[in-house]
Protein backbone atom coordinates (compact mmCIF):
# COMPACT_ATOMS: atom_id res chain seq x y z
CA UNK A 1 0.00 0.00 0.00
CA UNK A 2 1.11 3.34 -0.90
CA UNK A 3 1.87 5.72 1.98
CA UNK A 4 1.56 9.70 2.11
CA UNK A 5 3.45 11.22 4.65
CA UNK A 6 2.50 15.26 5.09
CA UNK A 7 4.77 18.04 7.37
CA UNK A 8 4.11 19.69 9.28
CA UNK A 9 1.19 18.27 11.45
CA UNK A 10 0.59 21.89 12.54
CA UNK A 11 2.21 25.14 11.51
CA UNK A 12 1.76 28.89 12.62
CA UNK A 13 2.34 31.81 11.05
CA UNK A 14 1.05 35.18 10.30
CA UNK A 15 -1.13 37.20 7.56
CA UNK A 16 1.05 37.85 5.00
CA UNK A 17 3.40 34.95 5.22
CA UNK A 18 4.71 32.11 2.09
CA UNK A 19 4.43 28.92 3.68
CA UNK A 20 4.99 25.58 2.19
CA UNK A 21 3.81 22.14 3.04
CA UNK A 22 4.87 18.77 2.24
CA UNK A 23 3.94 15.52 1.38
CA UNK A 24 6.07 11.98 0.70
CA UNK A 25 4.73 9.50 -1.64
CA UNK A 26 6.37 5.82 0.21
CA UNK A 27 6.41 4.95 -3.97
CA UNK A 28 5.70 7.06 -6.96
CA UNK A 29 2.57 8.39 -7.41
CA UNK A 30 3.26 10.55 -10.86
CA UNK A 31 1.56 13.14 -10.73
CA UNK A 32 -1.59 12.05 -9.01
CA UNK A 33 -1.82 14.47 -6.15
CA UNK A 34 -4.41 16.36 -4.68
CA UNK A 35 -4.36 19.20 -2.32
CA UNK A 36 -7.52 20.21 -0.19
CA UNK A 37 -8.20 22.53 2.52
CA UNK A 38 -10.78 21.64 5.19
CA UNK A 39 -12.58 23.49 7.95
CA UNK A 40 -14.39 22.98 11.17
CA UNK A 41 -17.81 21.56 10.14
CA UNK A 42 -17.20 21.65 6.34
CA UNK A 43 -16.37 19.32 3.07
CA UNK A 44 -12.34 19.40 2.48
CA UNK A 45 -12.47 21.95 -0.62
CA UNK A 46 -10.20 20.99 -3.71
CA UNK A 47 -7.33 23.49 -4.51
CA UNK A 48 -4.92 21.83 -6.58
CA UNK A 49 -5.11 19.03 -8.51
CA UNK A 50 -2.95 16.75 -10.71
CA UNK A 51 -0.14 18.20 -8.15
CA UNK A 52 -0.34 21.53 -10.16
CA UNK A 53 -3.34 22.27 -11.78
CA UNK A 54 -5.24 25.28 -10.05
CA UNK A 55 -9.13 24.28 -9.21
CA UNK A 56 -11.18 26.69 -10.43
CA UNK A 57 -12.13 29.67 -8.58
CA UNK A 58 -9.17 28.93 -5.70
CA UNK A 59 -7.21 32.47 -5.76
CA UNK A 60 -3.65 32.05 -7.42
CA UNK A 61 -2.37 32.51 -4.27
CA UNK A 62 -2.06 28.75 -4.12
CA UNK A 63 0.33 26.61 -5.86
CA UNK A 64 1.45 23.04 -6.01
CA UNK A 65 4.40 20.97 -7.61
CA UNK A 66 6.40 18.17 -7.67
CA UNK A 67 5.89 14.02 -9.19
CA UNK A 68 7.00 11.24 -8.31
CA UNK A 69 6.94 10.51 -4.51
CA UNK A 70 7.56 14.73 -3.55
CA UNK A 71 5.00 17.19 -3.37
CA UNK A 72 4.37 20.78 -2.07
CA UNK A 73 1.61 22.83 -1.40
CA UNK A 74 2.71 26.45 -0.92
CA UNK A 75 0.07 29.56 0.08
CA UNK A 76 2.24 32.93 -1.41
CA UNK A 77 0.94 35.34 0.84
CA UNK A 78 -1.43 34.03 3.64
CA UNK A 79 -4.60 35.71 4.09
CA UNK A 80 -7.31 35.35 7.33
CA UNK A 81 -9.30 33.07 5.33
CA UNK A 82 -6.76 30.53 4.81
CA UNK A 83 -6.40 29.33 8.20
CA UNK A 84 -7.52 25.52 8.58
CA UNK A 85 -6.31 22.03 7.93
CA UNK A 86 -5.04 21.21 4.90
CA UNK A 87 -4.64 17.58 3.14
CA UNK A 88 -2.98 15.73 0.58
CA UNK A 89 -4.77 13.16 -1.24
CA UNK A 90 -3.03 10.59 -3.87
CA UNK A 91 -6.13 9.45 -5.72
CA UNK A 92 -6.70 7.20 -8.76
CA UNK A 93 -9.44 4.65 -10.26
CA UNK A 94 -8.50 1.88 -7.50
CA UNK A 95 -8.16 3.64 -4.17
CA UNK A 96 -7.28 6.64 -2.27
CA UNK A 97 -4.48 7.68 0.11
CA UNK A 98 -4.52 10.70 2.17
CA UNK A 99 -1.75 12.39 4.30
CA UNK A 100 -2.20 13.05 8.41
CA UNK A 101 -3.15 16.81 7.69
CA UNK A 102 -1.45 20.16 8.44
CA UNK A 103 -3.42 22.47 10.99
CA UNK A 104 -2.45 26.12 9.50
CA UNK A 105 -2.64 28.28 12.79
CA UNK A 106 -2.43 31.88 12.96
CA UNK A 107 1.14 32.85 14.98
CA UNK B 1 -23.85 22.52 -11.93
CA UNK B 2 -22.07 20.12 -11.40
CA UNK B 3 -23.17 18.81 -8.01
CA UNK B 4 -22.90 15.47 -5.74
CA UNK B 5 -25.06 15.08 -2.47
CA UNK B 6 -25.19 12.39 -0.04
CA UNK B 7 -28.08 11.52 2.08
CA UNK B 8 -29.43 9.16 3.73
CA UNK B 9 -27.28 9.32 7.31
CA UNK B 10 -28.65 9.03 10.73
CA UNK B 11 -28.56 7.39 14.03
CA UNK B 12 -28.41 3.17 14.36
CA UNK B 13 -27.68 1.20 16.89
CA UNK B 14 -24.95 -0.83 16.73
CA UNK B 15 -25.33 -3.98 14.81
CA UNK B 16 -27.47 -2.40 12.92
CA UNK B 17 -27.26 -1.42 9.36
CA UNK B 18 -28.21 1.79 6.96
CA UNK B 19 -27.91 2.49 3.17
CA UNK B 20 -26.28 5.99 1.71
CA UNK B 21 -27.06 7.13 -1.23
CA UNK B 22 -24.92 9.46 -3.42
CA UNK B 23 -26.74 11.68 -6.41
CA UNK B 24 -24.62 13.57 -9.34
CA UNK B 25 -25.76 16.00 -11.39
CA UNK B 26 -24.64 18.22 -14.06
CA UNK B 27 -22.45 15.62 -15.03
CA UNK B 28 -23.15 11.96 -16.67
CA UNK B 29 -21.32 9.28 -14.62
CA UNK B 30 -20.84 6.05 -16.71
CA UNK B 31 -17.70 6.34 -17.27
CA UNK B 32 -16.26 7.20 -13.74
CA UNK B 33 -15.16 5.30 -10.88
CA UNK B 34 -16.59 6.25 -7.69
CA UNK B 35 -15.20 6.67 -4.26
CA UNK B 36 -16.47 6.52 -0.36
CA UNK B 37 -14.23 8.65 2.35
CA UNK B 38 -15.58 9.23 6.13
CA UNK B 39 -13.95 11.26 8.38
CA UNK B 40 -14.57 10.77 12.31
CA UNK B 41 -15.10 13.94 14.58
CA UNK B 42 -11.62 15.76 14.87
CA UNK B 43 -9.81 12.79 12.73
CA UNK B 44 -8.63 12.57 9.09
CA UNK B 45 -10.06 11.67 6.17
CA UNK B 46 -10.32 7.45 5.58
CA UNK B 47 -11.00 6.00 2.41
CA UNK B 48 -13.99 3.61 2.35
CA UNK B 49 -14.27 1.84 -1.05
CA UNK B 50 -14.59 2.41 -4.09
CA UNK B 51 -16.20 0.65 -7.57
CA UNK B 52 -15.32 1.51 -11.01
CA UNK B 53 -16.81 2.02 -14.11
CA UNK B 54 -18.60 -0.15 -16.75
CA UNK B 55 -15.82 -0.62 -18.21
CA UNK B 56 -14.45 -1.79 -15.67
CA UNK B 57 -16.75 -3.90 -14.63
CA UNK B 58 -18.21 -1.88 -11.69
CA UNK B 59 -15.08 -3.60 -9.62
CA UNK B 60 -15.48 -2.89 -6.27
CA UNK B 61 -12.45 -2.63 -3.64
CA UNK B 62 -12.53 -1.66 0.27
CA UNK B 63 -11.20 -0.56 3.18
CA UNK B 64 -9.57 -3.47 5.38
CA UNK B 65 -11.68 -1.88 8.29
CA UNK B 66 -15.32 -2.15 6.61
CA UNK B 67 -14.58 -5.00 4.38
CA UNK B 68 -17.15 -7.94 4.58
CA UNK B 69 -20.03 -5.36 6.35
CA UNK B 70 -20.26 -2.71 3.63
CA UNK B 71 -20.97 -2.84 0.00
CA UNK B 72 -20.90 -0.12 -2.84
CA UNK B 73 -23.40 -0.02 -5.86
CA UNK B 74 -24.35 2.26 -8.29
CA UNK B 75 -27.58 2.82 -10.73
CA UNK B 76 -25.83 4.68 -13.45
CA UNK B 77 -29.41 5.10 -15.23
CA UNK B 78 -30.03 7.53 -12.36
CA UNK B 79 -26.43 9.09 -11.67
CA UNK B 80 -26.58 7.68 -8.42
CA UNK B 81 -23.85 5.62 -6.05
CA UNK B 82 -25.04 3.15 -2.59
CA UNK B 83 -23.18 2.45 0.16
CA UNK B 84 -25.47 -0.25 2.30
CA UNK B 85 -23.67 -0.13 5.67
CA UNK B 86 -24.61 -3.72 8.00
CA UNK B 87 -23.17 -4.89 11.18
CA UNK B 88 -22.71 -1.26 12.04
CA UNK B 89 -19.96 -0.41 14.98
CA UNK B 90 -19.09 2.79 17.00
CA UNK B 91 -15.99 3.17 15.40
CA UNK B 92 -18.47 3.55 11.98
CA UNK B 93 -19.86 7.13 13.20
CA UNK B 94 -18.05 9.55 10.81
CA UNK B 95 -19.50 12.01 8.15
CA UNK B 96 -18.85 10.05 4.77
CA UNK B 97 -18.31 11.64 1.68
CA UNK B 98 -19.01 9.80 -2.02
CA UNK B 99 -16.65 11.38 -4.33
CA UNK B 100 -16.78 10.68 -8.77
CA UNK B 101 -14.45 11.01 -10.92
CA UNK B 102 -14.58 14.58 -13.20
CA UNK B 103 -11.77 13.77 -15.32
CA UNK B 104 -8.34 14.51 -14.01
CA UNK B 105 -9.84 15.14 -10.81
CA UNK B 106 -12.83 14.09 -8.15
CA UNK B 107 -15.64 15.90 -7.27
CA UNK B 108 -16.84 15.19 -3.68
CA UNK B 109 -20.02 15.84 -1.71
CA UNK B 110 -20.88 18.09 1.04
CA UNK B 111 -21.18 14.69 3.68
CA UNK B 112 -24.09 12.77 5.50
CA UNK B 113 -23.87 12.13 9.51
CA UNK B 114 -23.90 8.77 9.98
CA UNK B 115 -24.30 8.24 14.42
CA UNK B 116 -23.67 4.71 15.34
CA UNK B 117 -24.72 4.32 19.41
CA UNK B 118 -27.43 2.87 21.70
Known amino acids: DIQMTQSPSTLSASVGDRVTITCRASQSISSWLAWYQQKPGKAPKLLIYKASSLESGVPSRFSGSGSGTEFTLTISSLQPDDFATYYC?????????FGQGTKLEIK | EVQVVESGGGLVQPGGSLKLSCAAS????????MHWVRQASGKGLEWVGR??????????GYAESVKGRFTISRDDSKNTAYLQMNSLKIEDTAVYYC?????????WGQGTLVTVSS
Open chain 2, 51 to 60: MRSKANNYAT
Open chain 1, 89 to 97: HHYNSYFYT
Open chain 2, 99 to 107: TWGLGERYQ
Open chain 2, 26 to 33: GFTVSGSA
